[in-house]
Each structure stands twice: as structure tokens, then as C-alpha cells.
């Protein structure tokens, strides 16, 4: 099992270079990895070394360099929102998107953007994103501590109800407003990457990174949550201020995540459940490697949508949806045969 | 060292005015095993969650150490009481090991490892339950009663003083429910203190060394296991009839529900049973089963027949222990014989101290005379005159074996009129 974690690893942090070299390379215009390299040899300091022609490092700089950290931070973002999410549900159907805090946060950017606040100040947009994101999962709270007890297939379908609410309401709000376009529609209910700048980026790190930091600090509370609230007590967890804590982090961390690429579906169901078959359950470990493989994933499936039928691009949240639905039929088909144990009851 | 671990001061928890623990008041002070007994529903896991603090009281108060459970802060607790869940699995594939050690949690710092003396307590907890070489196993796929074992072994990794168990061996077969409970008893003599919720009253009074009866969040009673296992006191509570007697072969208090009646059978016959030294039981519980009215006798007082008649509540002719039927027994016996309609004679050996059943079985009516089968003991008799009464009256009786007698009795086939003549017309 040790060998295989590493293995894992190792795989993926290699997997990842080499999509960050491939993302770098493709698209309407080819840059050659020789062109790259001698970019970055020549940022470092070797002055001597010829740089690559003046359009390549626009390219490279303005508009590849940002959309693949988009896909990174996007990717990680959701990927540790759905292993908070599970961990804490003790369900492996859980996620942002299942539960409804992706569409939370979409709702929040439609409502910052169709007021035109979003206009006013930068900030309005993931501030908002993040409020829709919080609300929804208070509401998953709300829910799940019902009576004081957390019915897990309960939290699930009402995860799916408030998502299913949401959605609806974004659907509502982007047809009656008048700068109605098509890929707004798309971008908030399916979300993409295309066209991410710098400012789609910065803007959200300063909250991003600390938040999926803040999350690692509860690794082990998210191992003992697998024996149940009442053993979780029992051990000296505070149940509910835990629960709180991290289901807020996750609210916040998802709503900045959509703020820059829309509502991506599947990454934070699909990446969590497959490491956890690959590397076993202990968040301590669990938690890193779905950040990175979340960011590998999110990248590969937009490389896959840039270069699939050129020149046309598919949107990333098409990519991760035609590949995330039949794994999410696959586990509901799994579960449905092992009995209601999958979803969490014994 | 003798002072109270935990107290609770007339505790009561109630959801929506229903009172579901009233007014509680106990204390478990450290080397007792205490077991919290009564039907479903009466609040035992209630009375252990308040205790570990799920729940709070929503009246009274609890101490801990003297100090109330309150003030304490949780992982100060946790520190002190530990808690073993009614049933616990996870979804998630833990390894036994990673279960273990979360019993550590309560000692570890946020940025502060498992250390290996952590990692040592693991394993010899582990290997205390009898589960070495489980480490590296997925808890979710141990059997239930592995899985509680485990999570035994998580509670002594915890190391507290305290130790609350719910129900902790309601998955086990009862070699391991006696080692769960072997092994809980021998906390206590580290005078460690264990309180579990225990639905099997045999289990409770062989380990416990107190027992609390609770009924309907009430303390109906409370003391050594002798003196709260009587009929008196769960019968009402159980809402059942109870039979509670010593294990001749254990020593061991046993409590049973006594056999029912099937309801609205409809009037059976009356049948009288003869027996002796234990070879009327099996018969009389089978007549109990199928719903026939009866009486019993003549025996002798702490026969093994005479006690099963009296804990059942059969009417039955007694006398004293070692003395001798006469014939004035033998008169009022005849009363109880002439009201059945059929006599049966069990196998049992017979001198001249209960010659007398012999007379009595001559007198009645309809005699069925219980053949003793193949592999079992020939009836045996110690005196030449009870030899010859038997021959005597076998002459005039039907005659069957045990198996024979219990499918007739079922269906009832020995009541319809004509049974008796074929008989006699066969013999004739």
C-alpha cells in the first residue's frame, strides 16, 4: 500500500507536467516545447538564450499561462471541496455540485453580474459567488442536522433539490435579463475556462490558497467523522462547530473556484472517490492528492476540449460531464447492489 | 479511590414534554460494573448518551470527578469517559489500525503525530481483543462482531477511567459475548469503572456487579444482580412473565420468559401429569405449548417436575421432600385425576416412597402409561409391590412412547370418542 501511494503520486506529479507542457503547446496556434523552454531558460537569467518569437510569448504569457492556472486552481479547489464533503457526509455521493454549493455559487455571480454590480468592483462577483455558495450549504446544515441527526441519503437528495432550485434560478435570471447572450447561459450553468485572464485569477487567490490550507489543518477530524457524530463527540470532536467550520471553508473555497470558471460539475464527486479506491480513505493523504489530481484532471479535460475538434473549442464543464455522469450512474448502479450501506447506512 | 466516577443528580431528558429519562439519579464509582438494564425503550442508550455528553440533560446535573460534565472541556472528557457505539461502520475503508489510533485523538495535538509508544498501545489493544494481525484489514469488511471487538479495542487505546458500552454484544456469539464481558470485568479490577446498556439479563447478572432497571426513563431498581433479577421486579417492567432461577449446572442466575398459552385457543382437556425426578419436564412443556390445561402430582417438594409445575403455575399435589406418599395424598390427588379426562404416567423409577403415584395412576379413568424408548432408561423400580401395582394397572392402560404421544396430543387425535375402545377392542 506504501509503494502504491507513492506510486500514485509520483504518476500524477508527472502526469501534470507533462498536461502543463502539452497546455502550453496547443491550440490555434502550436508553440513548439522548445519554444517554451527557452522562455522559462530565459526568464530565469540566461540572458544568452534566444527568446521565442515575440506572438509565441504573448500566447504563451497572456493567454495559456492564466487558463492553465485557472484549471489548476479550479481543478484542486472543487476536488478538496468534494473530499471535505464526503469525509464529513460519510457518503460518497457527496460533493459541491451534487449538494448544491456549485450552483449556490453560480447563482451568487448571476445576481453580482445581472445587477451590473460586478461593474462597480471587482470584488463583487466572488464576493457574491462565494455568499451564494455559503448559503446553499447552510442550508445542506440545516438539513442534514435535522432532529439533531444527519440522514445521509436524506442530505443527498436534498443536496439535489436545492441544486436542481438553483439551477433553476439561473436559468430565470439570465433569460430575463436583457444582456441575454448564449455563452453567458452556458458559461454559469456549465461552466468554461475560455478567455480567462490574469485579473479571473489573482483576484480569488488571496482567499483560495488559505482556504484549502485551512482545510488540511482538519484531516484528522474528517478520518474520525467515518465512526459517526456520536463516536466523533465521544472522542472529543466538537461535532457541530467542526462540521460548521469546514462545511463553511468549503462553501467559500467552491464559490471562488466558480467565480473564475462557472460551475465545472463532477470534478469534486469523481476525483475524491477515485483516489480513495486508489489510495485508501486517510484524508491526511487523501486531501493532497486529490488537490493535485482535481488540477490534473480539470486541465486535461480542458486540453482535451481545446484540441478535440479544431478550431472549435468544447467548454470544459461538457468535457467533465460526459466523463464524470456515467461514473456517477456507474457508483449510483454500484450502490444500488450493495444496498443503501453505500450511501452511508449501516 | 472509592469516590463516585460519575453521579447524575435526578437527570431528566425530554423531547417535546415526553419525558424519555426522568429524574434519574446514579452513581458508578471506580472497580463496579454496572449494567443498565430494561425493555426497549426504556432509555438505556439515552441514560448513556447523556452521560458521555451528546445529549444534555434538560434537567438535573451530572459530575464527572465531582466536577459537572459541563465545565469540562470535551477533550478533557474524552480523556476520561470513552463510548462504545450500539453498531458502528464506515463507509470508507479504513484499516483496523487507522480506527485504533483515532482512540489517540483525544491526546494529540493538531500539528502533533501518532507516536510510536501511540502506535505500541494500538497494537497491544489489539492483540488484547484477540484481533492480532488485524492492522492491515478494512474495518468494513470485519464481521459485526469483529467490527465491535475493534471498536473495543479503539475504547482501551483511549485509556480512561471511565468506559460506557452500549449493547456491546448484541452481534457476538456467546463465546465472544463472554469474552467481551471477561475482558470488560477485568477493567474493573484495575478499578477502572465500566456502565454497559445490556439487553441480555444472563450476560448482565454473571459479569455486572450492580444492575439498574430502568422503566420508562425511571430507576424501577437498582443493586446486586440477585436482588434486581426477580419476578416481582420485571415482570411489570418487562410487561411479561418471568422466570428467574439459579443454573444448577453455573450457579448462574437465568432468567427465562415463562412459556404462554396460545391465545384464544379455544378450552382444551384437562390432562394430569405423574412424574418425578425430572421425567415429566419435557411433557409438560410440550402441554404448556399446545395450549392443554393441566395438573400434576403427586411429587416430592424440590423435585425437579415440582419446581417447573410451581414456576409455571400448574396445579399440583406436593408433598415433603423424602417422605412417603400415603393414601390421604393419594385422595386428594385423586380430585385433581377424576377432573382430567386423560393420566399420563411418565418413566421415572419408583421404590416405596412414591409407591403412591402407582394407586393414584390406578384410579384414573384414562391412563396412558409412557414407554421409555430405545436409548432410553428401562423404568426401573426398587420394591416388589410397586413391580406388581404396575404390572397391574399396564394391563388396563395405553401404552406409547414419548414421540408417539406428543404427535397424538398434537392433533388431538387422543380426545376424539372411539380412541379409547379401539384400543381395548384391539386388545380384546
Known amino acids: 500500500m506504501r509503494r502504491r501511494k507513492t506510486a500514485v503520486l509520483l504518476i500524477l506529479i508527472v502526469l501534470l507536467f507533462v498536461a502543463i507542457v502539452l497546455s502550453i503547446g496547443s491550440g490555434a496556434v502550436r508553440v513548439p516545447p522548445l519554444s517554451i523552454l527557452r522562455l522559462i531558460l530565459n526568464g530565469v537569467g540566461f540572458r544568452s538564450i534566444e527568446l521565442p518569437p515575440e506572438m509565441q510569448i504573448n500566447i504563451i504569457l497572456h493567454i495559456r499561462l492564466p487558463r492553465i492556472l485557472a484549471a489548476l486552481l479550479v481543478g484542486s479547489a472543487l476536488a478538496i471541496g468534494g473530499v471535505a464533503m464526503q469525509g464529513l457526509f460519510r457518503n460518497p455521493m457527496a460533493s459541491p455540485d451534487i449538494l448544491g454549493v456549485s450552483t449556490g455559487g453560480s447563482l451568487g455571480a448571476v445576481i453580482a453580474v445581472n445587477t451590473g454590480l460586478f461593474a462597480l468592483n471587482v470584488f463583487f462577483l466572488p464576493l457574491f459567488a462565494v455568499v451564494g455558495a455559503l448559503l446553499a450549504s447552510g442550508l445542506i446544515y440545516l438539513i442534514s442536522s435535522y432532529k439533531g441527526r444527519t440522514s445521509l441519503l436524506f442530505v443527498v437528495l436534498a443536496g439535489l433539490a436545492i441544486s436542481s432550485l438553483f439551477n433553476g434560478l439561473v436559468s430565470a435570471i439570465l433569460l430575463f ?39 488540511f489543518l482538519f484531516t484528522r477530524e474528517l478520518n474520525i467523522f467515518a465512526l459517526g457524530e456520536e463516536n466523533a463527540h ?31 460539475g463532477f470534478v469534486g464527486l469523481l476525483i475524491p472517490h477515485l483516489f480513495r479506491m486508489l489510495i485508501g480513505p486517510d484524508h ?18 480542458d486540453l482535451i476540449g481545446r484540441v478535440l475538434i479544431p478550431p472549435f473549442e468544447i467548454r470544459v464543464g461538457i468535457i467533465t460531464a460526459v466523463l464524470g455522469s456515467p461514473y456517477f450512474l456507474y457508483l449510483i448502479i454500484r450502490y444500488q447492489r450493495k444496498g443503501l450501506r453505500g450511501f452511508g447506512y449501516d | 479511590m472509592t469516590k463516585e466516577l460519575i453521579t447524575t443528580r435526578s437527570v431528566s431528558f425530554a423531547v417535546a414534554e415526553r419525558r424519555i429519562i426522568d429524574a434519574v439519579s446514579i452513581s458508578v464509582k471506580r472497580g463496579e460494573f454496572v449494567g443498565l438494564i430494561g425493555p426497549n425503550g426504556a432509555g438505556k442508550t439515552t441514560l448513556l448518551r447523556l452521560l458521555i455528553g451528546v445529549l444534555a440533560a434538560t434537567e438535573g446535573k451530572i459530575f464527572l470527578d465531582g466536577r459537572p460534565l459541563e465545565d ?19 463507509v470508507f475503508p479504513y484499516p483496523v489500525l487507522d480506527i485504533l489510533l483515532m482512540g489517540r485523538y483525544p491526546f494529540l495535538g493538531r500539528f502533533k503525530r501518532e507516536s510510536e509508544s501511540d502506535l505500541e498501545k494500538a497494537r497491544r489493544a489489539l492483540t488484547y481483543v ?19 471487538l475493534v471498536l473495543f479495542a479503539k475504547v482501551l487505546v483511549q485509556e480512561t477511567d471511565l468506559l460506557l458500552l452500549d449493547e456491546p454484544t448484541s452481534n457476538l456469539d456467546i463465546k465472544h459475548q463472554n469474552q467481551f464481558f471477561s475482558m470488560a470485568c477485568e477493567l474493573t479490577r484495575e478499578k477502572k469503572a465500566v456502565v454497559a446498556a445490556v439487553h441480555n439479563l444472563n450476560i448482565a447478572s454473571q459479569y455486572c456487579t450492580r444492575l439498574i432497571l430502568l422503566d420508562q426513563g425511571r430507576v424501577a431498581a437498582e443493586g446486586k444482580p440477585e436482588d434486581v433479577l426477580r419476578r416481582e421486579l420485571l415482570d411489570p417492567v418487562y410487561e411479561t412473565k418471568t422466570v428467574v432461577t439459579r443454573n444448577t449446572s453455573t450457579g448462574a442466575l437465568v432468567v427465562n420468559v415463562a412459556p404462554r398459552r396460545p391465545a384464544g385457543s379455544y378450552p382444551m382437556p384437562r390432562v394430569h401429569v405423574i412424574g418425578g425426578a425430572g421425567s415429566g419436564i419435557n411433557l409438560t412443556r410440550e402441554l404448556v405449548r399446545l395450549g392443554y390445561s393441566l395438573s400434576g402430582g403427586i411429587a416430592h417438594e424440590y423435585d425437579a417436575d415440582q419446581k417447573l409445575w410451581q414456576s409455571l403455575e400448574v396445579p399440583s399435589q406436593v408433598i415433603g421432600a423424602f417422605s412417603h406418599i400415603t393414601p390421604a395424598d393419594v385422595e386428594k390427588a385423586f380430585r385433581m385425576v377424576e377432573e382430567a379426562e386423560l393420566t399420563i404416567l411418565c ?19 384414562r ?12 423404568r426401573t423400580f426398587f420394591s416388589d409391590k410397586a413391580r406388581q401395582v404396575f404390572a397391574a394397572l399396564a394391563e388396563n392402560a395405553e401404552h406409547m412412547d414419548y414421540g408417539q404421544l406428543c404427535d397424538v396430543l398434537e392433533s388431538g387425535k387422543i380426545f376424539k370418542t372411539g380412541a379409547k375402545k379401539t384400543r381395548r377392542e384391539s386388545q380384546a
Open chain 2, 72 to 90: 469540562i472541556r470535551l477533550r478533557e472528557r474524552a480523556r476520561r469517559v470513552s463510548y462504545l457505539s450500539q453498531e458502528a461502520s464506515t
Open chain 1, 234 to 264: 465521544s472522542l472529543g470532536m466538537h461535532v457541530e462547530r467542526t462540521k460548521r467550520v469546514i462545511l463553511a471553508i468549503t462553501a467559500v473555497i467552491t464559490g471562488m473556484a466558480i467565480s473564475i470558471s462557472g460551475p465545472v
Open chain 2, 367 to 378: 391412563l396412558v402409561i409412557i414407554e421409555a424408548g430405545p436409548e432410553e432408561e428401562p
Open chain 1, 177 to 215: 435579463s436583457q444582456q441575454y447572450e448564449v455563452s453567458q447561459f452556458i458559461f454559469w450553468t456549465m461552466g468554461g475556462l475560455e478567455g480567462r485572464m490574469w485579473k479571473h485569477v489573482l483576484l480569488p487567490l488571496p482567499v483560495l490558497l488559505p482556504g484549502m490550507a485551512v482545510l
Open chain 2, 347 to 365: 418413566s421415572f423409577p419408583v421404590g416405596p416412597g412414591n409407591e403412591g403415584n402407582l394407586e393414584l395412576a390406578k384410579r384414573a379413568g
Open chain 2, 130 to 148: 484477540g484481533l492480532s494481525g488485524f492492522e492491515d484489514r478494512y474495518f468494513n469488511e470485519l464481521s459485526g462482531g469483529e467490527r465491535q
Open chain 1, 284 to 301: 491526511r493523504l487523501l486531501l493532497p492528492v486529490s488537490a493535485i489530481g482535481g488540477a490534473l484532471f480539470l486541465l486535461a479535460s
